[in-house]
C-alpha cells in the first residue's frame, strides 16, 4: 500500500472514534498488540534518546525496503509506535526520507499528548529518518 | 481551606477544570504577588543600589526590605546573612563552589541517598576537584537510618548537606539531629529546604544549621530567584560563585576587594522584580496558610490511595514513609508504567508528575525506573483527591483493558 494511503487509513480509523478515550483505548490496544522486540536489541545501543518512557528501535533493510522493529515499556508509547511502524514499514529509503509525520497532529495526538510525550514523538520519528537516509 | 483561596488565583479562573497537584515541581502564584511585581514595572522601574534618582531609591528600598522580612520568616537575625539567588540550585553551587578552599582530600563531605540533583551534582564536583569522599546516609524503608548516618559521619566531616525534606518521597528527614551530628564534629551543615518551605514553619536557629537554601517558586512566588542564609561567620570566609558589578568595595585592573555582605554574593543587576515578588509571597505564607490544613489533607489523601491498591489486587505502592508528614507523595501502580498513567490523568484535567524527579540516583537506589509524584498546596481539597482516585480508576481500567 501506498504511504499516502496509509496515512489516509489511520486518519479514517481515529475519526470514527469520537472521544479521547475511545482514540486512548484504541491506542493501547494496538500497543498490546505490537510485536515485542527481542530482547537482545533491548540494549542503550538500540535505546532512542529525548523519551521519558524507555524506547527500543532497530532497522533492517530487505530487497531494497526499509523495516522497523520497536518497543517501549509504556503502553501509549507502544501505541504510537504501533502507529509510526504501520506507516513506515515495508517503504523505500527515499519514501521515509520524505514523510510527513504531520497526520499525528490530525488524529488529535498531539493536542492530547503531554509536551514530554511530545518530544519523545519527535526523537521516535528522527530516528526513524536516521537509518540508512 | 480558606473559603476565598482559589480566587485569589487567577490561573483557575482561567483553568476552571484544573486539578493541580504538581505544587513540588511550582506552586501556583498568587494574583497579589503578580500585581506586586507589576508595580514595580509600572511604578518604580529601576536599578538598585545606583542611580541618584528617586526610582532607584524606591526599588531599593523595595528590595532591601525583603531581605528583612525573609529573615523574619526564617529567624534569622541578621539581614546581611539573606543572599538572594536564582532558587535552590544557584544556591547549592554558591556554597559548593564558596566552600572549595576548606576542603581537601582527607576530608569527606556527607549527603543523604534521597537527594535531589541540584544537591549532588555540586558537590560531586568539589569532590572530584579536591579529592574529598562524597558518603551517602542510607534509608530504611524511606527514612533516614541514623545508625548509618553515625557511621557515615565522624571526625573528616567537612560538609553535611541534606534535604528538608525528599522531593521524590516526602522524607521527612530528621535535619535538627543531623545538624546537631555534623556540630559535634565541626562540619558546617547546609539544609536544601526546597520542598519545605511554604508547608511548614521554617525556624533556621531551632533546625540549628549553617545554611539554609530555598526557592520562591515553591511557596507561591516568581520563579528565578530564591535565597541562600548563611552564618555571616561562614559566608566571610567563602569565595564568591559570581564577579562582577555590585560586589566589590574597590576594583583596578589587576586586582579588586569583595564588598560587605551580602552584596559580595550578589554580583549583577538581581532579579528585583523576583525579590520583590518574593516578599509579597511572605505575607501571603503568613497570611493565608494553615499548615495543618493541607497536613490532613495528605493524610486524606494517602488512605484514599492505599484504598485502590485494596480493590481488585491494582497493588498500588507508595513510594514513601508510612507516615508521611509532608506534601509530597509518590506511588507506583504495579505493571502499569507512570507515563501512561500521567498521560491519561492529564487528559481528565489532573497535573501530577511522573518520572524521576530529577533523582535520577535514588531511583537506581530504591530499584524503581521513576514514580507518580503529587503534591499539594494552599489550594488543594478533598475535592481534588477524590477527582484525582476516579481519575487514577478510569486510567487503570483503561490500561488493564477492565
Known amino acids: ?133 | 481551606m480558606k473559603k476565598n483561596i482559589r480566587e485569589q488565583f487567577k490561573i483557575f479562573g482561567n483553568n476552571p477544570n484544573l486539578v493541580y497537584l504538581d505544587n513540588g515541581a511550582t506552586t501556583l502564584t498568587p494574583d497579589r504577588v503578580v500585581k506586586k511585581m507589576n508595580e514595580y514595572y509600572f511604578d518604580y522601574n529601576a536599578n538598585i543600589h545606583r542611580g541618584g534618582h528617586h526610582l532607584g531609591v524606591r526599588a531599593t528600598e523595595s528590595y532591601e526590605g525583603v531581605r528583612v522580612k525573609v529573615a523574619g520568616f526564617i529567624n534569622v537575625d541578621s539581614k546581611k546573612e539573606i543572599i538572594f539567588t536564582s532558587g535552590t540550585t544557584h544556591g547549592l553551587n554558591i556554597l559548593a563552589f564558596g566552600l572549595r578552599s576548606k576542603i581537601s582530600k582527607s576530608d569527606n563531605i556527607v549527603l543523604t541517598r534521597l537527594e535531589h540533583h541540584a544537591n549532588l551534582l555540586p558537590w560531586q564536583r568539589l569532590s572530584r576537584e579536591t579529592g574529598a569522599e562524597l558518603r551517602f546516609i542510607e534509608l530504611n524503608d524511606f527514612e533516614i537510618d541514623m545508625d548509618s548516618a553515625k557511621s557515615v559521619i565522624d571526625e573528616n566531616t567537612k560538609v553535611v548537606s541534606i534535604a528538608h525534606i525528599s522531593n521524590v518521597t516526602g522524607t521527612l528527614v530528621p535535619v535538627e539531629k543531623l545538624c546537631q551530628m555534623a556540630k559535634e564534629v565541626g562540619a558546617i551543615s547546609i539544609i536544601d529546604g526546597a520542598q519545605s518551605v511554604g508547608h511548614r514553619k521554617i525556624d533556621v536557629q531551632k533546625i540549628g544549621c549553617d545554611a539554609f537554601v530555598f526557592s520562591a517558586h515553591k511557596m507561591y512566588g516568581p520563579t528565578g530567584v530564591g535565597v541562600l542564609w548563611a552564618k555571616e561567620e561562614l559566608l566571610n570566609t567563602m569565595e564568591p560563585y559570581m564577579l562582577g558589578g555590585g560586589m566589590i568595595d574597590e576594583a583596578n585592573y589587576n586586582n579588586f576587594t569583595a564588598a560587605q555582605l551580602p552584596n559580595k554574593f550578589e554580583a549583577g543587576t538581581p532579579n528585583i522584580s523576583g525579590v520583590i515578588g518574593l516578599g509579597e509571597a511572605i505575607g501571603f505564607v503568613e497570611s493565608e496558610i494553615d499548615f495543618e490544613y493541607e497536613n490532613k489533607l495528605v493524610d486524606y489523601a494517602v488512605a484514599e490511595l492505599l484504598k485502590i491498591s485494596t480493590s481488585g489486587g491494582k497493588n498500588l505502592r507508595l513510594i514513601g514513609p508510612v507516615n508521611n508528614t509532608s506534601s509530597v507523595v509518590s506511588f507506583v501502580i504495579k505493571a502499569i508504567h507512570h507515563y501512561d498513567l500521567a498521560t491519561l490523568l492529564d487528559e481528565q484535567g489532573i497535573a501530577v508528575r511522573v518520572g524521576h524527579h530529577c533523582a535520577e540516583p535514588l531511583m537506581g537506589y530504591l530499584g524503581i525506573g521513576g514514580t507518580v509524584r503529587i503534591s499539594f498546596g494552599v489550594y488543594n481539597d478533598k475535592d481534588d483527591v477524590n477527582k484525582l482516585i476516579d481519575s487514577l480508576d478510569k486510567s487503570i481500567k483503561m490500561i488493564s483493558n477492565k
Not at chain 1, 31 to 56: I, M
Request: charged letters at 30%.
Open chain 1, 1 to 133: 500500500m501506498l504511504i499516502d494511503k496509509k496515512i489516509e487509513q489511520i486518519k479514517s480509523d481515529f475519526d470514527i472514534l469520537p472521544g479521547w478515550e475511545e482514540r486512548y483505548e484504541y491506542i493501547i490496544s494496538l500497543g498490546r498488540n505490537l510485536a515485542p522486540l527481542a530482547t537482545e536489541f533491548k540494549t542503550d545501543e538500540y535505546l532512542v534518546r529525548g523519551c521519558q518512557s524507555r524506547v527500543w528501535m532497530r532497522a533492517y533493510k530487505k530487497d531494497e525496503k526499509v523495516f522497523y522493529e520497536a518497543d517501549s515499556d509504556a503502553l501509549i508509547t507502544k501505541g504510537i509506535i504501533a502507529l509510526l511502524l504501520a506507516v513506515v514499514n515495508g517503504a523505500s529509503i527515499k519514501e521515509v526520507a520524505n514523510i510527513d509525520f504531520g497526520f499525528l497532529d490530525d488524529i488529535g495526538l498531539k493536542s492530547h499528548l503531554s509536551m514530554s510525550r511530545v518530544n519523545g514523538l519527535q526523537s521516535m520519528i528522527k530516528k526513524i529518518k536516521s537509518y540508512y537516509i
